[in-house]
């Protein structure tokens, strides 16, 4: 039976996941990184927004950076979009110090923010020059360009609209076509779904799978959304300011046991005590529910069901998810912050 | 777009200017309350006012024999431009709320293109909106020579300029319009109607007097003043006044546009 005592302990970190200084030390450019971020701190006067924080992002990969609300994903990507110089630390993108020439980064990434960054009385083909005179493109390279992004995304017949007479999800489509059009090594998205429909988020992700894949764009994301990280190569997870852990969502997942079992029940107290003084069990409370990982949860839930049947009022029994992981990492629930 | 370009063109301050002007004309026109409300508020003003107050209203003899819509005339036209100014720079604080600001802002576009495509842009507006007035002149039976219009262009340029700009610092900090109505009513109001536009500095208080003396906009007032009824705005303090106020909130519109948020 595998358990993790430390479940019960709110923010305690699996040391594994926590690089020490020493192995901050030993990371180096390995392949080819699009963006390195090294012991990133920021205050806001006594908040500390992020801690320490150090990860890599490889080129042409979808890297996800999870976390709650307040969890200082936000203030990361606001630093990361050479928005805001940060109390301490460096970040690299394509080897370029974005605290120091903030203008040759510019060039090179694309910024699409949760906020709509598009003018709504403008039309779609307005707002594309726009951008592309932001840029620093015009005349017939910039005409070509728009008109590029126009058929990729299926925007040409509605070119000469209005931005605020087309739906949610068209909107998104042309925030991306704006940030693709001056051709970026890079683009940083700060939770692009919001407000989007499930079927638009799913319309939306597909499309920036078939980019990455297409063209070799790295993308950096911020979400709160578990199904989003998981369609990431590689998620960073941070809360309360600090990484908690960085790998691949199937990595990030095998870190768990075997299985989730969770137990709904009105006597937490009274099931809990129980777990651990016959099955050796420590699980973590949340609310009405007990959860713990094990290898074996199949076999065990039978034996628990007999012994507690009158306090239970459901038992799942399924495969580790990107909350379980964040869970078994610092003890509580995303929407609990 | 097959294979990336190599080197990324730097971008132009003319461009860049170009892009943000040409967006702050688009809007105007395509939200028609605003020409109502930069133009015809004023207007409105001017007739009510001058009509209603002008039985009452003995102005100093060495104003000569003028009426007070006459009078008023050369202060509706630096209202009209201080109007459009608040209008195009209130933009500015949901710009910067929405993604639009953010998106110019992490581009590699020059701060100073932002800041003149702005203020250009407010400024071109106040300048059509004081000419469609300026069209009304003869129908009042003032008559304007061509060097005293010449004049009044460049003038009304200037002011127009200038209050831009100072829009411009008090809307970039701002997040809220509601604060910007506050600074609108406490200070931008009254620095027009202590300006001269409304009544003379002549035989008021000293307090007040003093007052009118340090306001900027006053001697941009004596140039429009000036320049319509004896066409030779030639006063050197006037202009420079006005001139130095202009490059002033153009420099500090500048330094809060660069400034990045830092940590503590």
Redesign the interface.
């Known amino acids: 039976m595998v358990n993790h005592p430390e479940n019960t302990t709110p923010y305690m970190h699996d040391q594994l996941t926590v690089p020490t200084s020493a192995e901050k030390a030993k990371i180096t450019e390995t392949g080819d990184v699009a963006v390195r971020v090294s012991g990133l701190t920021h205050r806001f006067g006594e908040l500390t927004a992020l801690l320490d924080v150090t990860f890599q992002v490889p080129r042409g990969g979808i890297y996800g950076l999870l976390g709650p609300n307040g969890s200082g994903k936000s203030t990361l990507f606001r630093i990361l979009s050479t928005h805001l110089l940060p109390s301490a630390g460096t970040v690299f993108i394509s080897r370029i110090d974005i605290f120091r020439d903030p203008d040759a980064v510019r060039t090179r990434i694309a910024v699409v923010f949760q906020e709509p960054s598009v003018d709504e009385k403008l039309t779609v083909v307005e707002n594309l020059r726009h951008h592309g005179y932001c840029y620093g493109l015009s005349g017939k390279e910039l005409r070509r360009a728009i008109d590029n992004m126009l058929g990729q995304f299926g925007l040409r017949e509605r070119s000469h609209d209005r931005v605020e007479t087309l739906s949610g999800g068209l909107r998104r489509k042309v925030e991306i076509a704006k940030g693709l059009l001056c051709d970026p090594e890079i683009v940083l998205m700060d939770e692009p779904t919001t407000g989007l429909d499930p079927r638009a988020r799913r319309d939306f992700w597909d499309l920036i799978e078939q980019i990455n894949q297409e063209r070799h764009i790295t993308f950096l994301t911020t979400t709160h959304l578990m199904d989003e990280a998981d369609r990431c190569d590689r998620v960073a997870i941070l809360d309360a300011g600090e990484l908690v852990a960085e790998d691949s969502p199937a990595a990030l997942r095998n870190r768990i046991g075997g299985e989730v079992v969770e137990i709904h029940t009105e006597n937490t107290a009274l099931l809990s005590e129980g777990l651990k003084e016959r099955f050796g069990i420590t699980a973590t409370v949340l609310n009405h529910t007990l959860r713990f990982d094990s290898e074996e949860g199949h076999h065990l839930v039978p034996d628990v069901v007999d012994r507690f049947r009158e306090h239970i009022q459901e038992i799942t029994v399924r495969k580790p998810t990107l909350e379980d992981v964040f869970i078994h990492l610092t003890g509580h629930r995303m929407e609990d912050v | ?1 097959n294979g ?2 190599q080197a ?5 301050l003319l ?2 200017t ?3 002007w ?2 702050e004309i ?2 105007f026109v ?2 028609r309350s605003r020409v109502f409300g930069a133009l015809g508020q004023p207007v409105l003003f001017w007739l009510l006012l001058g009509a209603g107050l002008g039985g009452m209203f003995r102005l100093p003899e060495s104003l000569g024999n003028v009426s007070y819509l006459e009078y008023l005339f050369p202060g509706i036209l630096v209202l009209i431009v201080l109007f459009t100014a608040i209008f195009s720079t209130i933009s500015i604080i949901q710009d910067r ?4 600001m ?8 020059p701060r100073s293109g932002i800041v003149f495509g702005k203020i250009l842009g407010g400024t071109t507006l106040a300048m059509v909106q004081a000419a469609l007035l300026l069209a009304a002149l003869p129908f009042l039976g003032m008559q304007i020579s061509a060097l005293a219009l010449g004049e009044l262009v460049i003038i009304l340029f200037v002011i127009g300029f200038a209050l831009t700009g100072l829009g411009y610092v008090i809307a970039w900090p701002m997040d809220s319009t509601q604060g910007y109505h506050s600074i609108m009513n406490l200070l931008l109001i009254p620095m027009w109607l202590l300006s001269g536009a409304f009544f003379p500095a002549e035989g008021l208080p000293t307090w007040l007097a003093w007052i009118i003396e340090i306001n900027p906009l006053t001697y941009g007032m004596n140039l429009v003043r000036d320049a319509l009824y004896s066409g030779r705005a030639t006063d050197v303090i006037s202009w420079g006044v006005t001139v130095g106020f202009a490059l002033l909130t153009f420099v500090f519109a500048l330094y809060v546009t660069r400034r ?5």
């Open positions: 777009m990336k370009p990324v063109p730097s971008v132009g461009l860049s170009y892009s943000l040409w967006r688009l809007r395509r939200d709320q929405s993604g639009f953010q998106s110019v802002l992490v581009s590699p576009m990045r948020e830092t940590g503590d």
